[in-house]
């Protein structure tokens, strides 16, 4: 069993080949989409390490397996696939949570087909799933400094990209309706009503963005609505008058006015209305919360506690 990048990618490609030889409406088609797929993530972790691909476990056998040190009486055991995507969400900032949503689909079904007696792609025909799997080959591919055209050939890799310009162009144009709609009715509204929303609008972006939450103007009717999102990537720690600082980037998922009751879903959502690209999510912390000190005046309760709990421990045992 082998945990590298390229012979992972090399199968995926395989995959992908064996797919696109069959009929995109025969079910073997997503049969082998859904092969191609999971290798194709599994090989975007391992551009990254080998090591994220193994199974952990408390003598660390798998991971030394990864290492290149691994006894050959034990077999290599991998994580698996649902935790592979897990991973990719959270590694990869274009993995979005529409891309894992899709792929799991995909493989979930694959695992139908496999472990039951079911017909699970009969019923799933390639035109519910295959731009979304687009998608996601997309944003993985690109991880590895790969695109469309090198897992799935020239020909191949245009039509896909067609699909997905396709797919942009409908989204677009589906939020810009939904923001012109909320945008006419509020400005239907009384003006007296209209500034008394844009307060209390105002008012929950600041609640909110001590939750967590990001501020941008509404496209809608520029009030104060807030943006959530997944964090991705390194934490970037300072020190800034006495105060720890804990800057991450973070990729917005989901956008919520108050004002006017405009709401968006999804990372291509947020493009369309000009809310995409990442931002910057800051947390305050005083030092002794960060670095979880004890202060004198505590120590003698946190020693109890430790000391109860280790001896509930050794009662359990």
């Not at 193994?54 to 077999?75: T, V």
């Not at 900032?93 to 979930?108: G, R, V």
């Not at 960060?290 to 003698?300: E, F, R, T, V």
Request: aromatic residues 8%.
């Amino acid at each position: 069993m082998s945990w590298e990048r390229d012979p992972l990618w090399a199968k995926a490609r395989l995959f992908f080949q064996r797919a696109l030889n069959e009929s995109r409406e025969d079910p073997v088609f997503g049969l082998w989409c859904s092969f191609g797929l999971e290798l194709l993530a599994r090989a975007a972790l391992a551009s990254i390490s080998p090591t994220l691909l193994a199974e952990p476990d408390r003598e660390h056998k798998y991971l030394l397996h990864a290492l290149g040190r691994g006894s050959e009486r034990i077999p290599r055991k991998s994580i698996p696939a649902v935790q592979v995507l897990q991973l990719c969400l959270e590694l990869f900032p274009d993995f979005t949570k529409e891309d894992f949503t899709a792929s799991l689909a995909l493989i979930n079904r694959r695992n139908e087909e496999l472990h039951s007696g079911a017909a699970a792609f009969e019923a799933y025909r390639s035109g519910q799933w295959l731009s979304g799997v687009y998608r996601a080959c997309q944003a993985l591919s690109a991880a590895m400094g790969e695109s469309l055209t090198s897992l799935f050939g020239e020909e191949e890799a245009k039509l896909a990209t067609a699909i997905l310009a396709e797919n942009q162009q409908d989204t677009r144009q589906r939020v810009q309706r939904r923001i012109a709609s909320h945008s006419a009715v509020f400005e239907e509204k009384e003006a007296k009503e209209r500034v008394k929303a844009q307060k209390e609008a105002e008012k929950s972006g600041e609640s909110l963005a001590h939750e967590g939450h990001h501020r941008v103007s509404c496209p809608a009717c520029k009030s104060v609505g807030t943006l959530r999102g997944r964090a991705f990537g390194k934490e970037h720690v300072a020190d800034e008058d006495g105060d720890i600082v804990v800057r991450q980037a973070v990729v917005p998922a989901s956008f919520s006015c108050s004002a006017c009751g405009l709401k968006l879903e999804g990372y291509a959502e947020m493009e369309a209305a000009g809310l995409g690209g990442n931002y910057t999510r800051r947390t305050t912390y005083a030092p002794d919360q960060y670095y979880g000190l004890i202060h004198p005046d505590d120590l003698q309760e946190h020693i109890e506690k430790y000391l109860a709990d280790e001896m509930q421990e050794y009662d359990n045992e």
